[in-house]
Every structure is written in C-alpha cells, then in structure tokens.
C-alpha cells in the first residue's frame, strides 16, 4: 500500500507538467487532491503496520546482472518518516496557496520532491535509496532558484554543490560495500548481513556518515542550510526543515550504522579523550547544538532565526543516533518526526503568514508593528509553536529531545551536559525573537513612521489556517500521547541495533 505514495506523488508532478498553463486554481487543488491521497495511504499504511516488523511492499529484479533489485519495503521508522512526508505535503500546498507564477511548474517540482522523499524511506536496496536520493535534489534545486528570494539562486546553487559533495562519499561507501561484501547483492538486510571486515568499516563508516551527514546539517558542513532555508519559498523551507534534512539523518542510520556499526569501534588509542568515530560525531553533533543555537540568539532576519534553529534541533537527531542506546536513537527518530512538524510551522508562520503581509523579515522592523494586537492569530500560533520548539511538555519536541538526553547520558554525561546549553539558549532565542517581533511596544521613530496603509494587513486565509491547525495537531497530539509514534519505532530500531536489521 505506501508503495502507492511514489508512483501517485510522480505521476501527480507529470500530469502537473502537462496541465494546460494560466489555470493556477486548477494546478492548486490538483497539487491538494494528490498530497491529501498520499497523506491519506501514509496513514492507511502506518495503522496497518502498527506491531508488525518489516513488511515487504515489492521485491522485483530491476539491474539483475549487478544484483540490484526493486525493493521496496516498511519497518516501523520508515512508517513514521513516510507519514511525516504525507503531513508536510499537505501542509506545504496549503501554505503555496499564494503561488501565481508558473503554478503548475512549481508543484510539478514540488510533487517530484515528495516522490523521492517517499522514495527514500521505502527502499531496502542501497542503489535504489541512492536512486530516489539523488531524484530529491533536482527540484529543490528549482523550487529555490526560481520561485526563491535573498540570493536565491546563490543558495540554491550551494545547497545543490554541498548535496553532490556528499552524494559522491555516499557512491564510494555503496560501491565499496558492494565490492566488499561478496553477495553481488545491493539489498539492505544483505549487505547488513555480510559481515564486512572492521579495517573496512572503520573507513566506510565515517566517509558514508559524512556523506549524509551533510544533508542532516552536520557541523561544520551546515552553511547551506540557513542560506537555502532563507532563500526559499515558503513551501521548499518548509520542505528543507521538515523531510529532506531527514534524508540525511535517515541515511546515517540506516545506511552508515545499519551496514557498518563496528565503525564506532574504539581506535585503541585516544586523543584528548577522543577514542573513536562515535566520539567524534557526537562531539561534532554537540558543537552543532550549540552553534546553531548561539548564532539564531545574534540574528536580526526573522527567518534566519529559524533557519540556525534548524541545525541546532538538528544536532539533537545526530547526538540520539550516536548513542548507539536504544531510547537515544528512538528519540533521534522522533525528533525527526517532531522537527519536521514544528520547523514546517515555524517556517509558515515566519515565511507565509507574516512576511507575505509585512514584507519584511527585519525584527528591529516588525517590532514597531505590534503584530501581536494586528496579527493574533500568527502570534499565538508563533507562542505554541516556540514553545514546542523549545521542548515544552505536552509537545513532541519534549518527549523526542528527552530521549536523546537520556541515551546521551547513558553514553558520556558530559555530553547531555553540553546539549543543556543549547537548550537553555533555544530558549533565549525564542524568547526573543517572539518579544521582538509581535508582543514589542516600542513606538516607531519618525524615520520609521509606516507609509500609509503599511499596517492593514490582509485576513488571514483558509489555507493558511488549515495548514496551522494540521501541523499544530500532529505536535501535541504526538507530545501527549507520543506511544502513538513510539510503538512503531522502538520495535525497529532494536532490530537495527541488533545488526542485520531482522
């Protein structure tokens, strides 16, 4: 059944494609109908699946001279990455109502973007996940590079450069691997249980971790991200923040833990306490936590506040993978899920809702709008989703970075001691940029007196609130009863852990 969300998501971008042009309501409600479908068979998918293991959607022969195979298939991870993929989908048309230039282009490449999302969470063929990998970043390419803003075609041009960077190390590790292995097979749970020899996987493992790390936001490889988020259109941040950054998580632990999880070995030697890959990587995740979270604390564009939010809370799903604890990666996972949401709104709210009305980003400038008393329905959708963001019980994001504490402090305590930083400063940033930008009262200087009509700003649209309440829905709903998602993960990730991915 969620083999349907690729073909119906790709099929849906070439009908867009061929969709007589000037018609824009029709490419809206078309682009509308096949996310809703596929959020519809994500959800159909993920009930059906609940307390089962991995279940095999298609096994075909595709290059069977080289042993590369259709596969695809879903354990409880992939469920509840594919139906984050449907929710954000559904939640990126809505705030795309707006879209008047090349309408059916651009949802033709936005539908193409969710096919290979899709794509990627489904497949057990390492070729195939890098197929559907690759496929994702062409159109987030475009979606930046024409309908984008701020040095778009800059950003798009970096994003796509950094995403072949680590393409090309992620080509190296498969093909490596497949060498290496002796099964002339690229299947998943082949490779996971051919028993690689440790010299190799101490050298595949963090060149492949590398590789999708990029993606992921990993520090100091993240300067594409808050320059690609800002740039973007609504929908493509949106996207950005809350599926194609998983891709990158999601490749580190599936492919560079689930193929080569003795590449976290100890060295047999140490370095100023730095005995191992696994050490590396978390004290690169825990820098990423901190900086990330420092430098939206300095920032005056309202986006890039977020933007730097992102590869902070990003730092967290990094931090709970190299636990290698099973409530840490369970939490890595669900901070997937959780960031996704709570970053999809964030970059709604900020991108949609507020600049589209106030056309500025500036909080030295929308602190003088008191868009608290003109704007209350984008304020208070702001105050829950910064609360969420900075892990407020009751939200996803609490229950998620929770987790990943408790695996960091199982692993090394000083390494939740040096997240509880970022968290603290998450907390001033938010606080800030939400004073700042609607409950401020400082009065305008006559040099910033608002030209006539500058704070009469257009009704808050349908779209616009059928798109806050979803996203706002799936976060406290998961933070209240986060047993919903958890059942589906712990069961796959203690298979992964377990090697072989059973």
């Not at 097979?185 to 020899?197: I, M, Q, W």
């Not at 923040?241 to 100890?266: Q, S």
Request: neutral net charge.
């Amino acid at each position: 059944m969620l083999a349907w969300t690729i073909y119906i998501s790709f099929a849906g971008a070439l009908v867009l494609a061929l969709l007589p042009k000037g018609n824009a309501a029709l490419a809206r409600w078309f682009a509308l109908a096949v996310s809703v479908t596929g959020f519809a068979i994500a959800i159909a998918g993920f009930a059906a699946g609940a307390g089962q293991g991995r279940v095999t959607l298609i096994d075909a022969p595709w290059v069977a001279s080289m042993g590369i195979r259709f596969t695809l298939a879903a354990d409880g991870i992939s469920r509840v990455l594919v139906l984050l993929t449907g929710l954000a989908a559904v939640a990126g048309v809505l705030f795309s109502w707006n879209i008047e230039v090349r309408t059916n282009e651009f949802f033709a490449f936005f539908l193409a973007l969710i096919g290979g999302v899709y794509g990627v969470f489904l497949s057990f063929d390492l070729f195939l996940l890098f197929v559907f990998y690759e496929i994702a970043i062409v159109p987030k390419y475009f979606l930046i590079a024409i309908w984008g803003s701020t040095r778009r075609e800059y950003a798009a041009m970096k994003l796509a450069l950094y995403s072949f960077v680590g393409s090309a190390m992620v080509l190296i590790g498969l093909l490596a691997a497949y060498a290496m292995s002796g099964s002339h097979s690229t299947g998943l749970v082949a490779l996971a249980n051919a028993n690689l020899p440790v010299s190799e996987q101490m050298w595949l493992f963090p060149m492949v971790f590398v590789g999708f790390g990029i993606l992921a936001g990993l520090w100091p490889f993240h300067t594409w991200a808050p320059t690609g988020h800002v740039a973007a259109p609504t929908a493509a941040s949106m996207l950005l923040a809350g599926v194609v950054m998983k891709l990158g998580a999601y490749g580190c632990l599936r492919v560079a833990i689930g193929l080569f999880p003795h590449g976290m070995d100890p060295w047999g030697f140490s370095f100023g306490g730095i005995g191992s890959w696994r050490d590396v990587f978390a004290i690169l995740a825990v820098i990423g936590i901190v900086y990330g979270a420092l430098v939206a604390l300095a920032q005056t564009d309202f986006k890039f506040v977020i933007g730097y939010s992102s590869v902070s809370h990003m730092g967290f799903v990094l931090l709970g993978l190299v636990t290698l604890k099973q409530i840490g990666v369970t939490g890595a996972v669900l901070q997937m899920f959780s960031h996704g949401v709570i970053a999809g709104l964030l970059f709604a709210i900020v991108g949609r809702i507020v600049y589209e009305r106030t056309h500025t980003r500036q909080l030295a400038e929308l602190e003088t709008m008191h868009l608290g008393k003109r704007m209350p329905f984008a304020a208070w959708a702001f105050v829950i989703a910064g609360m969420a963001s900075m892990g407020l019980p009751g939200s996803s994001g609490f229950v998620a970075e929770l987790q990943v504490l408790v695996g960091a402090w199982i692993a090394k305590p000083w390494w939740t001691a040096a997240a509880g930083v970022g968290i603290v400063v998450g907390v001033a940033y938010t606080w800030r940029a939400l004073q700042k930008a609607f409950f401020s009262d400082r009065l305008p200087t006559p040099e910033e007196h608002p030209k006539e009509g500058w704070l009469k700003f257009e009704a808050i649209t349908w779209p616009e609130i059928a798109g806050t309440a979803l996203l706002m829905a799936a976060t406290v709903i998961v933070g209240v009863y986060p047993k919903i998602l958890l059942d589906s993960i712990e069961p796959a990730v203690k298979a992964l852990l377990a090697g072989g991915m059973q």
